[in-house]
């Protein structure tokens, strides 16, 4: 019998080992989803939470291309759950659960002291968490061996000395035969080179030419009475304090919040928050005409933080994962202006914290950017 669980609709259990359950379900955005958590007794357990801990960590470090992503990871919550997007394709939620039934009986309590240790799963090297400290080792002295002094030095500075001695000389000999075989007259003196035009002046450039690299120099404008769609969450609001990004050559402008530094590229800028470690990055190209459906792919499987959901007809696509204390997400958008299609795309990470100031970014690079169709 389907239940609805929090924001997920149509939850029903496909399968139950001891103090795991795994159900199936439909998030907000209408995705079949995998939903693993653990009993409300087993919640109780902290060595069960730890284990689940440990082995989520363990499917985000070596999750490849035939994983199913995790799209949410609460552990902190009263009875923790792990959101796996549901696809026949990948493996999803399944693999955790196997792996946590390896690790330790489904039931009853786990073993604790070394034997829990060595049932933890060992990580590898991985972006997610802080690496570990290497393990201490004493200082390794080395001592060079005593150097025969160089010959070359002496003899080169000796070649570098007669250079230049010559030179003095010849030179010396030149500037005294030209004073002695000059005139008062200024004939045989070069003439100064006609000065060249400016490259904008009348007729220095073909017809339409100058016009596009006066376009070219001019820095776009935001724009105040677009639309308001929001695929990321949050939107900006007349009281959050911002700065307009626009940068000269650009076909739009986007706003950040007031603090964050940003970079500007040729078509690409990325905006890092006053942390330093958050960024969103912003960049738009032009799908080579007539931009068919498989161009559009394309660019499109070039972002990370695949599948991307398609909205619009696939003008628009998507995605967001939430890892430990992070929110990723990337934005793909597709708008005609003056003759040519752009693919706009916005690709963030952030702090978990940070993620409500990271969302209106990605809507209004959305809005700004459809706004060109307007």
Known sequence: ???????????????????????????????????????????????????????????????????????????????????????????????????????GPATGPLPVGPAAVAHRPQLPASPVGPPSAPPMSPPTVVIAPPRRPSQLRPILIGIASVVVIVALAVGGWFIWTALASGDDSDESLPLPATERAPAEAEGA???????????????????????????????????????????????????????????????????????????VEVGWTVCESPCREEAREALQEALPYQPLQAYENGDIGFSHREP??????????????????????????VSAELAREAQPILNDVLNQAQSLEE
């Not at 073909?206 to 990321?232: H, I």
């Not at 307009?244 to 603090?259: I, Q």
């Open 1 to 103: 019998m389907s239940r609805t669980v929090g924001p997920y609709t149509d939850v029903a259990t496909t399968r139950v080992e001891g103090a795991y359950e795994l159900c199936e379900g439909v998030d907000e955005a209408g995705r079949p989803v995998q939903i693993l958590t653990l009993g409300s007794t087993s919640s109780k357990d902290p060595a069960r939470r730890g284990l689940l801990s440990d082995t989520v960590a363990w499917a985000y470090a070596t999750a490849g291309p035939e994983d199913a992503p995790i799209l949410v990871a609460d552990l902190e919550a009263e009875q923790p759950y792990v959101v796996v997007l549901r696809d026949a394709r990948l493996h999803g939620a399944g693999r955790i659960m196997d792996r946590l039934l390896a690790l």
């Open 205 to 279: 450039f073909p017809e339409g030419m100058a016009e596009e690299r006066q376009e070219e120099r001019t820095a776009p404008e935001w724009q105040a009475d677009t639309s308001d769609l929001s695929v990321a969450g949050e939107l900006f609001t007349e009281h959050d304090d911002t700065d307009v990004v626009a940068v000269t050559g650009w076909p739009f402008a986007f706003r950040v919040p007031a603090g964050y530094h940003c970079e500007a590229g040729d078509r690409s800028t990325v905006c890092i928050a006053p942390d330093g470690a958050s960024s």
């Open 324 to 349: 430990y204390g992070k929110w990723k997400a990337s934005l793909s958008v597709f708008v005609e202006d003056g003759g040519r299609i752009l693919h706009v795309t916005a690709v963030a990470n």
